[in-house]
C-alpha cells in the first residue's frame, strides 16, 4: 500500500512547480539587479475629486522594464519581492522616487501603495518619517494605501502603525475593499480616512442593476463610518456619474487618465489649472 502510494505520488509529481520556484528566483535575482541599477521607475494615475473633476492626487504605481520579459505586472513582481526579502528595500525606493516626483506639484497629494511585508517591520513609522524629512515631502500630502491583508495577519500592529502614520499627518486609504473580508468591524476598529472600492467590484456599474446597488450600498457603508470613498477602475463617464450621484468623493480610473510618468502629470496638472483658470475668467466676464 505504501509502495503503491509512494509510486503513485511519483508519478504525479508537478514537476512544473519547480520550473516556477526556479522562475521565481531568477526573478527575485533580476529584481535585485534592476533595484540596484535604477531600472526601475514609478508611473502615477490621477484620481479626481468627483464633482469638480480636478486632480486631487495620484497613486504612484511601480513598473519594471525586464530586460527580455518586457513588462512585468506590479502584482507578480511585488509578491516576488515580498517573498525573497526585496520588499523594504522596492518600498524605499518607490517612496523617495515619487516623494521627489511629487514635490513639483504642491497643489495635490500623493498616494503610496505599502506591502503588508513593509507594514510588519516595526520601524516602519519611524522609516518613512525619515524619507519624508530627507526629500522634504509634507506629510500632510502623504497618504498610505493599505489592504485587509495587513489587518487580518498584524491587526493590533497595524492598529499601533496606522495611529502613528495619522499622527505624523499622513493619511491611509483602506484599498482594494470590496475583494477580501469587507469586514465592518476592522473598518471600526481602524481609524481610516479614506475606502477605496475595488474596480471589479465597480465593473459593470452603469450596466448591472445588481452592482449598482451593491456599489451604493459600499459608498453608504463608508459613510456611515464617516471615511472619504475612492472609487477605482472607472471605465466610462456612466460609471462617473453614477458613482458621483451615489456620494462618492474621488473618482479613478481609464476613463478619465491611465498611469503616465511624472513629465506627463506635470502637463496634464498645467493643463487642468489653465482650464479653471478659463472658467473662471468667463464666470467673471
Ligand atoms: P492597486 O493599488 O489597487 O492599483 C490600482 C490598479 O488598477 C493599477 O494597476 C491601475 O493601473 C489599475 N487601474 C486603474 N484604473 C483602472 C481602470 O479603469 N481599469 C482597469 N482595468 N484597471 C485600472 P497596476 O499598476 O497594474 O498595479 C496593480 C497592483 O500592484 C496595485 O493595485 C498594487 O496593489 C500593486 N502595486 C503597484 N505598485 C506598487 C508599489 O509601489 N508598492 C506596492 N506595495 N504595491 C504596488
Ligand atoms: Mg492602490
Ligand atoms: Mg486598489
Ligand atoms: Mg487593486
Redesign the pocket.
Known amino acids: 500500500q505504501a509502495k503503491e502510494l509512494g509510486r503513485s505520488r511519483v508519478a504525479f509529481y508537478d514537476w512544473s512547480i519547480d520550473a516556477e520556484k526556479t522562475d521565481r528566483k531568477r526573478l527575485a535575482d533580476e529584481l535585485r539587479d534592476a533595484l540596484a541599477t535604477d531600472a526601475l521607475h514609478?508611473?502615477y494615475?490621477p484620481i479626481y475629486e468627483a464633482q469638480s473633476m480636478r486632480p486631487a492626487l495620484v497613486?504612484?504605481?511601480?513598473?519594471w522594464d525586464h530586460p527580455r520579459q518586457g513588462a512585468v505586472?506590479?502584482?507578480l513582481f511585488?509578491n516576488v519581492a515580498e517573498e525573497n526579502g526585496l520588499?523594504d528595500a522596492?518600498?524605499d525606493w518607490?517612496l523617495r522616487h515619487a516623494c521627489r516626483d511629487a514635490l513639483q506639484w504642491p497643489e495635490i497629494r500623493l498616494a503610496?501603495?505599502?506591502?503588508p511585508v513593509?507594514f510588519r517591520n516595526p520601524g516602519f513609522d519611524r522609516n518613512l518619517a525619515a524619507i519624508l524629512q530627507e526629500t522634504g515631502f509634507p506629510a500632510e500630502r502623504l497618504e498610505v494605501?493599505m489592504?485587509e491583508t495587513h489587518l487580518v495577519t498584524f491587526p493590533d500592529r497595524a492598529q499601533h502603525i496606522v495611529a502613528s502614520l495619522r499622527i505624523l499627518g499622513v493619511s491611509v486609504a483602506l484599498?482594494?475593499f470590496g475583494t477580501g473580508y469587507s469586514s465592518i468591524g476592522y473598518l471600526r476598529r481602524f481609524s481610516f480616512d479614506k475606502l477605496?472600492i475595488?474596480?471589479s467590484l465597480v465593473h459593470g456599474v452603469s450596466v448591472d442593476l445588481e452592482t449598482r446597488r451593491l456599489c451604493e450600498a459600499t459608498i453608504g457603508l463608508g459613510r456611515a463610518l464617516n471615511l472619504e470613498v475612492t472609487a477605482?477602475?472607472?471605465?466610462s463617464e456612466a460609471d462617473a456619474e453614477i458613482m458621483r450621484q451615489a456620494g462618492c468623493s474621488y473618482l479613478?480610473?481609464?476613463?478619465f487618465a491611465?498611469?503616465m510618468s511624472a513629465a506627463a502629470i506635470s502637463e496634464l496638472l498645467n493643463e487642468s489649472a489653465r482650464e479653471a483658470d478659463g472658467s473662471h475668467a468667463l464666470r467673471m466676464a
Open positions: 514609478v508611473v494615475q497613486e504612484a504605481l511601480l513598473r505586472s506590479p502584482d511585488i520588499m522596492v518600498g518607490v503610496i501603495n505599502v506591502s513593509q494605501e489592504t484599498d482594494d477605496k475595488d474596480r477605482e477602475g472607472i471605465e479613478q480610473g481609464f476613463a491611465r498611469p
